[in-house]
């Protein structure tokens, strides 16, 4: 019988970059008990992506190759799938957070990403010239983070990887000199291009950005309920948007004051 995947990322880079940035990748650990306990509460097969099809992941980064290697490796276990959610694993699932897999109907889905629009302006015109100055519609940017797919989109992920490969070298460069992520803005540009058809999750599925927008703040003027807003509002928290080599002792933070929950 087929079920729902959640592919995890958790790969552990060893380079010595990714190293710097993310320590030993402690938070990972705190990210993957909460979507293990999700998965078991909502009947979803979980799946940990922890190796790379790149033994290089400071060239070829992580955040590349889980699109080409999501459907190969679900294939090669034998995991009869139905719909596919690979999300990050910097982000920590809210105990009770509702089934998204019943709000897609057949389009990837994913988060409409316009939290930070100097970033997005300046990545897609930082790579507008590796789509031949394609008109590109930033209010259709989405986030990477989190995507939700279904067998018909295997395609689609194939053609990004055949792009990366054929363009490595412009891409790898453009990554150093532009500054803005690695695959999130080609993705997007592909998307666009492909014209494939994408619907949105409603807010609560990805709150990112935590700090920038005050979410871990709480209405202090009734003075009722001391609960974070990200937690009492929000279903994925990303820690992401800040410095990363505070990630681990902020995640830690947050769950040692929630995990109860998940017990």
Request: hydrophobic content about 35%; proline content about 2%; charged content about 25%.
């Amino acid at each position: 019988m087929k079920k729902n995947v959640l592919f995890w990322i958790g790969v552990k880079s060893k380079s010595d970059l990714m190293l710097k940035k993310h320590g030993q990748f402690e938070y990972l650990e705190i990210s993957k008990l909460s979507w293990k306990y999700w998965c078991d509460k909502n009947n979803v097969i979980f799946y940990e992506y922890k190796e790379s099809s790149e033994s290089d992941t400071g060239k070829h980064r992580v955040t590349w190759t889980r699109w080409f290697d999501v459907f190969n490796q679900l294939n090669q276990s034998n995991i009869q799938y139905n719909k596919i959610a690979v999300i990050d694993g910097h982000n920590i699932v809210r105990w009770d957070t509702p089934n998204f897999f019943n709000l897609t109907n057949g389009k990837i889905t994913a988060f409409r990403s316009l939290e930070n629009l100097k970033w997005l302006y300046q990545a897609v015109q930082g790579y507008k010239k590796l789509f031949n100055n394609y008109e590109f519609d930033t209010t259709k940017y989405i986030s990477t983070g989190f995507q939700i797919f279904d067998k018909d989109h295997e395609k689609f992920l194939l053609e990004l990887k055949n792009f990366y490969y054929e363009n490595n070298q412009k891409i790898l460069e453009l990554q150093k000199t532009v500054h803005r992520g690695t695959d999130q803005t080609p993705y997007n540009y592909l998307l666009q291009i492909k014209n494939i058809k994408v619907d949105s999750l409603p807010a609560p599925y990805l709150l990112t950005h935590l700090n920038r927008f005050d979410w871990f703040k709480y209405n202090w003027q009734l003075n009722e309920d001391k609960t974070p807003y990200f937690i009492k509002y929000g279903y994925i928290w990303a820690f992401s948007g800040f410095d990363r080599t505070l990630r681990n002792d902020l995640m830690k933070q947050v769950w040692d004051s929630v995990k109860h929950k998940y017990e």
